[in-house]
């Protein structure tokens, strides 16, 4: 669209050179200051004063119809800039209407596989949130757990130091 509009005043300025006048007429006018074209409206208060040439009247006539022409030529680029657009949008359209419709079926499946992901990463939140503290309290009942299985070695060596001495020193009865 930009490249378009560019492309536009590009013309637009190209159209400002009218081919019908030649290098020295164009040099002639572009030197010439604005103010000493006649106008419309000078022409109309000149009318009621003194009456106006006919080559004044010509030339007059003869810039209208050049902005004219390059008024047409602009609105013709942009209208086929913008059927270009249109067309692209209706090919797009187009090939919308003949893209296959998802079915329902498929819809209400993805929307349930939609919730179970969001249900799994809430899971993952909530375990990441709480794992610390799973570690802290794990952490604790293994050190809990150590320190029974160690309070129970020492029983069992107390017992069987004591066995040993019960052992050794009750009398053996034969029979």
């Known amino acids: 669209m930009v490249e378009e509009l560019k492309e536009l005043e590009i013309d637009y300025y190209e159209l400002g050179k009218s081919p019908s006048l030649s290098e020295h ?3 002639e006018e572009n030197v010439a200051p604005k103010d000493d074209k006649i106008k419309y409206e000078d022409l109309v208060k000149r ?4 009456p106006i040439s006919v080559r004044e009247r010509l030339n007059l006539l003869e810039r209208k119809t050049d902005d004219l022409e390059r008024s047409l030529v602009l609105v013709n680029k942009g209208l086929n ?3 270009k657009i249109v067309n692209e949008k209706l090919e797009d359209l187009d090939h919308l209407k003949k893209t296959p419709k998802v079915p329902e079926e498929l819809k209400s499946e993805l929307m349930s596989l939609r919730s179970v992901v969001k249900n799994i990463s809430q899971v993952n939140e909530e375990i990441k949130q ?3 503290n799973m570690l802290r309290k794990l952490e604790d009942k293994v050190n809990n757990f150590n320190e029974k ?3 129970l070695d020492k ?6 130091e004591e066995t040993k001495e019960t052992y050794w020193s009750r009398p053996v009865v034969l029979e």
């Not at 029983?155 to 069987?160: I, N, P, Q, T, V």
């Open 25 to 27: 007429e164009l040099e």
């Open 47 to 50: 009318k009621n004063d003194n």
């Open 81 to 83: 800039g913008l059927r």
């Open 130 to 132: 709480k794992t610390p």
């Open 149 to 151: 299985i160690g309070h």
């Open 155 to 160: 029983k069992l060596e107390k017992l069987e």
